[in-house]
DNA sequence: CCCTCCTTCGATACACCGTACTGATCAATA
DNA sequence: TATTGATCAGTACGGTGTATCGAAGGAGGG
């Protein structure tokens, strides 16, 4: 029984099945490889399938690191904060710095948009973040201080979403601009010549056309100095 | 040809079978019954089959009438924005007005959170509301109005989705408020023992705890705050 | 030292998704 | 009336997240 199985002696009994090496697996080698995915074709195209794939492992396999594809959501999110440092001196410097590098990251990484806002963020970098952005605002009063960078927090996530969304939706019409303006452009005429938005016409098309990062620095100074208002009071 | 078909004179012939009164559809019954399904299950509950299965009908009958499950979801975008119809005299108490007409849509259809600054929003109700905010921004600079309306809209996007994500996370956890901050206690407590956030904690311990509506209404005012400024000069 | 039990792990399988395809049906035309 | 063309909707495909369960490996007792 020892050297002897099915009555073959080892030299005509096959090897066993060549267990393929079990690709070394962390919860960071998950993450990075879903970040890839995302990076490379969108959300939609983390699946946890894809993701075992890539690691070159069975679905399953990723269910002892991770939870749920919700949980691998929640990390990547997490994993990018570790690149939104806030820095600077002051609480105004630090919450700016803190709304671009959120912004910067969603450039990096369009698919962070999609998440943005979706779950309360409490992974460690994200704490880590907040940790600064509090310490930055360590000079108010406490009781400021939540709603105050809530406020901060709440306005890069939609700022961020709508250009990210309205960027894709150009990018989706043709790859170039010029395709999209040529398709918005009569639906809007259309729109405009029911008679029913005269006041909404008149700002699309005798207003300057700011371009994004003008946009977004616009609302966020408007945002800060009202901010600056109400603390300095 | 006439009168038999496959040797079998009419008399032993089975009814055709029985087309069931083929439903009248049409895009608004679509987008309600949708409407209906996400209310009560959340937007992962809508799915192009169930949405055909509520109205008696086979799941390609819907392709005639919308191009593919994000267009319906733009459809319930745009339904919902029929009910948010910005009042008030002069341009803040409009846009204040937008804002808590949005954030209080978003309290009774959950879902839209998830969709909130998800893709342009060009449909008519959506329009319609850009038509009133435009009108009651006519007095200040034509250049203005856009960035101005924009940054009021990323604010309720984000702080309408991280209210309805910690809702969520609450109601996630048990059903009521104590078990959320019984869980959440704890891993917050963990955390900070780390003695990496002490700043965060002490905000955290010492602050009080604001309630959602006056967090939204603090951030809306300061942003507002900021608009006048920069509009008066 | 061998056998058994228990735990751990991951492949299989399920229920469901969005929608491409295609066969059938119906209206209009020759 | 026969034929053609467009229109419609059911079937089926390729994919998803994950529950389940059988097999493999380690630990403990005889």
């Given at each position: 029984m020892r050297c002897i199985v099915n009555g073959m002696l080892v030299w005509e009994r096959p090897e066993p099945?060549?267990?393929?090496?079990p690709a070394p697996l962390s919860r960071e080698r998950i993450v990075r490889a879903a970040i890839r995915l995302a990076d490379a074709d969108?959300?939609?195209?983390?699946?946890l399938r894809k993701v075992a794939t890539a690691l070159e492992v069975g679905p399953m396999r990723l269910y002892g690191y991770i939870d749920g594809k919700q949980e691998l959501l929640d990390l990547m999110v997490d994993a990018v904060h570790a690149e939104i440092r806030p820095s600077g001196d002051g609480w105004r410097e630090v919450l700016r710095s803190l709304a671009e590098a959120t912004r910067h990251a969603a450039h990096e990484h369009e698919w962070l948009a999609d998440l943005l806002g979706g779950r309360p963020q409490l992974g460690p970098n994200a704490l880590a973040g907040g940790e600064i952005v509090a310490a930055a605002l360590g000079g108010v009063d406490v009781d400021a201080v939540m709603p105050v960078a809530g406020a901060v927090n709440a306005y890069v996530i939609g700022a961020v979403r709508r250009e990210i969304a309205e960027r894709r939706a150009e990018r989706a019409t043709g790859l170039d601009k010029k395709r999209w303006q040529a398709l918005l452009g009569p639906y809007l005429e259309r729109a405009f010549a029911t008679g029913r938005y005269p006041a909404l016409e008149t700002v699309v098309r005798d207003a300057a056309h700011l371009n994004a990062d003008e946009t977004f620095r616009i609302g966020l100074d408007c945002l800060l100095d009202g901010i600056e208002a109400r603390i300095a009071q």
């Open positions: 099945p060549e267990r393929p090496t969108g959300l939609d195209a983390v699946s």
